[in-house]
């Protein structure tokens, strides 16, 4: 039987995304911004993400305006009005970033060999061209987010074209109402993420990173780190008056919650910081702790400039290049907090408050895993014990027996 395909079918390997508009940063209560190629915001979106500030950090807010961006322009390019899309619209997206290369502002240039191979010092996977599981899964939710918002306001299509996969069972059935509800049903495209081990530096790599640190600043945020596992948007925002010398504690912002937190830090860390603060200079007690190294003119004079992100990576950049590693700041968030499970003295509710996970079920879930070179050195001496005992002689059947009296007993005469 020969079947044809439907007039509707596109061709996904033949679609390019259209450079079409740009996400932007702007003044008043939305901080983050939509625009057309005329320099217009996108009134749809922008209602969407009026509403959705009022309930989320500034960071969610920029994350949803570039997967709205990236909606945008998917339905530029197959010619769709954002009212009139369908689950057949999101269904071809998925496609399309199961096979498309990311866009790029620039070539790569030193890591394009790298892109997607496995490094062979850490044994991770670099980054690659295409599109991850979990941004293809992000993507999802924030279109799913934005038609609940528009279809809750009486505008956009009837359906959310978005559906969840519910397998034909109704929601919530045979609830026992002594729990409280949970989401029922998954998104019906999103792809599965294979769960992923949490990323430790081994000591032995561990003296190698820190040894290539070019800066007092470089060894006391990361000394920082691996002991207090804050994130790395918790550490950057700590400012003078976060530091309490005296219990050597260092207070940060959570990254989810926006909670206050005092966390314990070790004495090297201190030490580390003490000197890099004697090379700053006086600290005020509500100014930022951490300045780039070099001073630039940004239009008030030549000054140091606080760090950001992309400075931090910078350094963990030059520090990749002279060791042949791809390590990046969460992973020393996951050695501290692996170092700590493992220990017999804390309990796991202790390295849950530390890392600031809401439920207890996330710190199991990451860190209670074995450790798989432990795993691997263990049975590789079973299987050697094994071969041990074969070679070995077999045991006497009965030592201290005559042989004469056993061959009578099996039915053999005495030799």
């Not at 940004?298 to 400075?311: F, K, T, V």
């Not at 290049?321 to 700041?329: E, I, K, P, V």
Request: hydrophobic letters at 40%; a positive charge.
């Amino acid at each position: 039987m020969r079947f044809e395909l439907d007039a509707e079918e596109r061709d996904i390997t033949a679609i390019r995304l259209p450079r079409w508009g740009r996400v932007a940063q702007a003044e008043g209560v939305v901080p983050w911004l939509v625009i057309d190629p005329d320099g217009v915001p996108v009134v749809p979106v922008r209602r969407f993400l009026r509403d959705f500030a009022a309930r989320n950090r500034p960071g969610s807010v920029r994350s949803y305006a570039y997967g709205l961006l990236r909606w945008w322009r998917w339905l530029q390019a197959v010619d769709v009005d954002w009212d009139k899309a369908t689950s057949a619209e999101v269904r071809d997206l998925v496609l399309w970033l199961g096979q498309a290369d990311k866009l790029r502002n620039a070539p790569r240039t030193g890591s394009t060999v790298t892109a997607g191979t496995i490094n062979a010092v850490t044994r991770k996977r670099h980054f690659g061209d295409g599109y991850e599981p979990r941004t293809v899964r992000h993507s999802n939710a924030v279109i799913r987010s934005f038609y609940e918002f528009w279809i809750e306001a009486g505008d956009g299509p009837l359906i959310n074209p978005v559906p969840l996969d519910r397998r034909g069972r109704r929601p919530h059935a045979h609830h026992n109402p002594l729990e409280p509800f949970r989401a029922e049903g998954r998104i019906r495209y999103n792809p599965r993420v294979p769960k992923a081990r949490p990323r430790e530096i081994p000591d032995e790599r561990w003296k190698d990173l820190f040894g290539a640190l070019r800066s007092n600043r470089d060894r006391a945020i990361v000394a920082l780190d691996v002991s207090c596992a804050a994130r790395a948007s918790e550490l950057l925002g700590l400012q003078g008056v976060d530091l309490n010398w005296g219990e050597q504690l260092v207070r940060v912002c959570r990254k989810g919650s926006g909670a206050e937190q005092w966390l314990p830090a070790s004495p090297e860390a201190f030490v580390w910081l003490r000197l890099y603060l004697a090379e700053l200079g006086l600290l005020e007690p509500n100014e930022q702790v951490w300045w780039t190294l070099r001073r630039r003119d940004r239009g008030d004079g030549l000054r140091r400039q606080s760090m950001n992100y992309e400075a931090l990576r910078a350094v963990f950049r030059r520090v990749n290049a002279l060791l042949g590693t791809n390590y990046t700041m969460h992973d020393l968030r996951h050695t501290a907090a692996l170092r700590m499970s493992r220990d017999d003295s804390l309990s796991l509710r202790d390295v849950q408050t530390i890392l600031g996970h809401v439920h207890l079920s996330t710190t199991s879930d990451i860190y209670l895993v074995e450790d798989e070179a432990r795993v691997i050195r263990r049975v590789a001496e079973h299987l050697a014990e094994r071969e041990d005992r074969a070679r070995q002689p077999p045991q006497p059947v009965a030592t201290g027996y005559q042989a004469a009296d056993l061959a009578v007993l099996f039915g053999r005469l005495p030799q």
